[in-house]
Protein backbone atom coordinates (compact mmCIF):
# COMPACT_ATOMS: atom_id res chain seq x y z
CA UNK A 1 0.00 0.00 0.00
CA UNK A 2 1.33 3.31 -0.99
CA UNK A 3 0.42 5.33 2.15
CA UNK A 4 1.89 2.46 4.02
CA UNK A 5 5.31 3.36 3.08
CA UNK A 6 5.69 5.89 5.35
CA UNK A 7 5.10 3.09 8.80
CA UNK A 8 7.50 3.59 11.39
CA UNK A 9 6.07 1.17 13.07
CA UNK A 10 2.31 0.06 13.51
CA UNK A 11 1.78 -2.56 15.80
CA UNK A 12 -1.10 -4.74 16.65
CA UNK A 13 -1.11 -6.73 20.15
CA UNK A 14 -2.84 -9.75 20.54
CA UNK A 15 -1.15 -11.96 22.95
CA UNK A 16 2.55 -12.53 20.88
CA UNK A 17 1.15 -11.48 17.63
CA UNK A 18 2.81 -8.61 15.99
CA UNK A 19 1.66 -7.03 12.50
CA UNK A 20 4.40 -4.23 11.16
CA UNK A 21 5.79 -2.36 8.13
CA UNK A 22 8.40 -0.48 7.14
CA UNK A 23 9.91 1.26 4.52
CA UNK A 24 11.49 -1.84 2.92
CA UNK A 25 10.50 -4.47 0.34
CA UNK A 26 12.58 -6.95 2.27
CA UNK A 27 10.47 -6.35 5.51
CA UNK A 28 6.72 -6.15 3.96
CA UNK A 29 8.11 -9.53 2.54
CA UNK A 30 9.01 -10.88 5.88
CA UNK A 31 6.12 -9.69 7.77
CA UNK A 32 3.69 -10.82 4.66
CA UNK A 33 5.14 -13.67 5.50
CA UNK A 34 5.26 -14.14 8.93
CA UNK A 35 1.03 -13.45 8.81
CA UNK A 36 0.56 -16.02 6.93
CA UNK A 37 2.34 -18.69 8.75
CA UNK A 38 0.03 -17.21 11.77
CA UNK A 39 -3.23 -18.12 10.00
CA UNK A 40 -3.94 -13.85 9.10
CA UNK A 41 -4.86 -13.16 5.50
CA UNK A 42 -4.53 -10.01 5.38
CA UNK A 43 -0.76 -8.53 3.50
CA UNK A 44 0.62 -5.44 4.19
CA UNK A 45 0.66 -4.14 0.47
CA UNK A 46 2.48 -1.11 -1.80
CA UNK A 47 -0.10 -1.01 -4.22
CA UNK A 48 -3.67 -0.49 -2.70
CA UNK A 49 -4.68 2.77 -2.20
CA UNK A 50 -7.33 1.64 0.60
CA UNK A 51 -6.11 1.42 4.35
CA UNK A 52 -5.95 -2.72 5.08
CA UNK A 53 -8.75 -4.10 7.18
CA UNK A 54 -7.41 -4.86 10.21
CA UNK A 55 -10.56 -7.30 11.35
CA UNK A 56 -13.16 -6.16 13.76
CA UNK A 57 -12.27 -6.99 17.56
CA UNK A 58 -9.23 -8.64 17.59
CA UNK A 59 -6.32 -7.06 19.55
CA UNK A 60 -6.46 -5.78 23.51
CA UNK A 61 -4.20 -3.21 22.50
CA UNK A 62 -2.39 -1.25 19.64
CA UNK A 63 0.31 0.79 19.99
CA UNK A 64 1.38 3.39 16.78
CA UNK A 65 4.47 5.49 16.95
CA UNK A 66 5.49 8.29 14.78
CA UNK A 67 2.92 7.18 12.21
CA UNK A 68 0.71 9.44 10.52
CA UNK A 69 -2.02 7.68 7.77
CA UNK A 70 -5.50 9.19 8.76
CA UNK A 71 -7.60 6.38 6.30
CA UNK A 72 -6.34 4.08 8.64
CA UNK A 73 -7.22 5.24 11.90
CA UNK A 74 -11.22 3.57 12.21
CA UNK A 75 -9.64 0.50 10.87
CA UNK A 76 -7.55 0.87 14.03
CA UNK A 77 -10.48 1.51 16.22
CA UNK A 78 -12.59 -1.16 14.61
CA UNK A 79 -9.53 -3.72 15.49
CA UNK A 80 -9.46 -2.80 19.13
CA UNK A 81 -11.70 -5.16 21.17
CA UNK A 82 -14.34 -3.73 23.38
CA UNK A 83 -11.97 -1.84 26.46
CA UNK A 84 -8.88 -2.25 24.04
CA UNK A 85 -6.63 0.39 24.45
CA UNK A 86 -4.40 2.20 22.00
CA UNK A 87 -1.55 4.46 22.69
CA UNK A 88 -0.87 6.69 19.91
CA UNK A 89 2.60 9.29 19.40
CA UNK A 90 3.23 11.02 16.41
CA UNK A 91 4.46 14.58 15.29
CA UNK A 92 2.39 17.53 15.69
CA UNK A 93 2.31 20.43 12.94
CA UNK A 94 4.68 22.45 15.18
CA UNK A 95 7.35 19.94 14.96
CA UNK A 96 7.35 20.57 11.32
CA UNK A 97 7.03 24.03 11.62
CA UNK A 98 9.45 24.55 13.90
CA UNK A 99 12.53 22.00 12.63
CA UNK A 100 11.12 21.13 9.12
CA UNK A 101 10.67 17.36 10.09
CA UNK A 102 8.98 15.51 9.01
CA UNK A 103 9.15 17.11 5.76
CA UNK A 104 5.57 17.16 4.15
CA UNK A 105 3.29 18.67 6.92
CA UNK A 106 0.58 16.43 6.21
CA UNK A 107 2.69 13.88 8.07
CA UNK A 108 1.66 15.89 11.44
CA UNK A 109 -1.08 16.33 13.51
CA UNK A 110 -3.11 19.69 13.56
CA UNK A 111 -4.14 21.01 17.43
CA UNK A 112 -7.04 18.95 18.65
CA UNK A 113 -7.25 16.44 15.60
CA UNK A 114 -6.36 12.84 17.12
CA UNK A 115 -8.72 13.75 19.81
CA UNK A 116 -11.36 14.21 16.75
CA UNK A 117 -10.15 10.84 14.90
CA UNK A 118 -10.67 8.81 17.87
CA UNK A 119 -13.97 11.18 19.38
CA UNK A 120 -15.75 7.65 20.29
CA UNK A 121 -13.09 6.27 22.47
CA UNK A 122 -12.75 6.96 26.01
CA UNK A 123 -9.32 8.84 26.64
CA UNK A 124 -7.67 8.10 29.18
CA UNK A 125 -4.24 10.37 28.66
CA UNK A 126 -4.04 13.28 26.09
CA UNK A 127 -1.35 15.79 25.42
CA UNK A 128 0.53 17.87 22.54
CA UNK A 129 2.90 19.95 22.34
CA UNK A 130 6.87 20.47 22.90
CA UNK A 131 8.56 17.48 24.84
CA UNK A 132 12.48 16.63 25.29
CA UNK A 133 13.10 13.72 23.47
CA UNK A 134 17.27 11.79 24.48
CA UNK A 135 17.19 10.77 20.91
CA UNK A 136 17.33 14.45 19.35
CA UNK A 137 19.55 17.68 20.01
CA UNK A 138 15.96 19.71 20.36
CA UNK A 139 12.93 19.23 21.85
CA UNK A 140 10.13 17.87 19.83
CA UNK A 141 6.63 19.01 19.29
CA UNK A 142 4.35 15.54 19.49
CA UNK A 143 0.79 14.61 19.88
CA UNK A 144 0.70 11.47 22.74
CA UNK A 145 -2.93 9.71 23.28
CA UNK A 146 -3.96 6.70 25.42
CA UNK A 147 -7.73 5.88 24.93
CA UNK A 148 -10.05 2.87 25.62
CA UNK A 149 -12.49 1.79 22.87
CA UNK A 150 -15.90 1.82 24.88
Excluded at 17 to 32: M, V
Excluded at 45 to 53: A, L, Q, T, V
Aim: charged fraction near 20%; include cysteine; hydrophobic fraction near 35%.
Amino acid sequence: MKKLLGIVILSLLLSNNLIAGNYSKQTLKYFNKWLLKNGHNQYLEKDSDDPPSLGENEYTGIIVFYYLYRPIIPNIIKALKLGGILIYETFHVDNHHQYNHPRRKEFCLEDNELLHLTSKMHILHYEEGQHQNQAEQHPVFTVRLVAQKV
